[in-house]
């Protein structure tokens, strides 16, 4: 089945412990993106790539790293998370070019920094 | 860059009824506009698209409708069931870019 995995779906720390939010797709997607969801501000994003080693911000990139050594895998990372880095988080990807379609979405990971 | 505004924010409509929601967007360069439903606890899912050489699209009970000149676009949904009741995001991407710009959502209640 054509999916967009991310694990884990729900994440409790504490502040400045660093975490990894794994993305992967079996597709073949040459571009991955992740957002972050928030009440009344809908998906924003955080950091996109286009393909294997290229990687660029989105509008909210403060705080994340994101790497693409794999076609497959785009994880999140959040070195030292603080409070305003709860969210609801997407991983997302796509065909490059502006033939593509629409994204895939994966189930959302909820993280909550305490 | 893209500004995508959805309108509006909550909508509640009775079974049977039909339910529209419209979003402007500002680049008019953007060629590709896709709907997303997201229930809860989901991620959003691509229920249609629309490239910017068309004007209409329709599928069942789902149809969007695209103005180029004015920039806005709209979701129309049919005798509504309330399985519908989600979040809807519109999106637009530009000709010169791969990224999607999402609008703030809109919350659907469908009420038997």
């Known amino acids: 089945e054509a999916q967009v995995t991310q694990n884990p779906r729900y994440l409790i720390t504490v502040t400045g412990k660093k975490l990894t939010v794994t993305c992967s797709q079996n597709?073949?997607?040459?571009?991955m993106s992740w957002y972050r969801q928030d009440p009344g501000l809908g998906l924003r994003q955080i950091y996109y790539?286009?393909?294997?080693?290229?990687?660029d911000k989105g509008d909210v990139p403060e705080g994340y790293k994101v790497s693409r050594k794999e076609k497959r895998n785009f994880p999140l990372i959040l070195e030292s998370p603080s409070p305003n880095q709860t969210s609801l988080y997407f991983c997302?990807?796509?065909?490059?070019?502006?033939?593509?379609?629409?994204?895939?979405f994966g189930s959302g990971t909820r993280l909550t920094v305490v | 860059g893209e500004n995508v505004e959805q309108h509006p924010s909550t909508l509640s409509v009775q079974e049977g009824d039909s339910a529209v929601i419209k979003c402007t967007y500002s680049?008019?360069?953007?060629?590709?506009f896709p709907w997303y439903k997201q229930e809860l606890g989901k991620g959003p899912q691509l229920i249609i698209d629309?490239?910017?050489?068309?004007g209409e699209k329709k599928d069942q009970r789902i149809a969007v409708t695209l103005n180029k000149t004015a920039k806005h676009f709209s979701l129309h949904i049919t005798e509504t069931q309330p399985e519908d009741s989600a979040v809807y995001f519109c999106?637009?991407?530009?000709?010169?870019?791969?990224?999607?710009?999402f609008g703030k959502g809109t919350s659907l209640l469908v009420t038997p």
């Open positions: 597709m073949n997607h040459e571009y």
């Open positions: 999106a637009a991407r530009s000709n010169s870019g791969y990224a999607l710009n």
């Open positions: 790539s286009m393909n294997v080693e290229v990687t």
């Open positions: 680049d008019s360069a953007s060629n590709y």
């Open positions: 997302a990807s796509s065909f490059a070019g502006t033939g593509g379609a629409g994204y895939t």
């Open positions: 629309i490239r910017s050489n068309v």
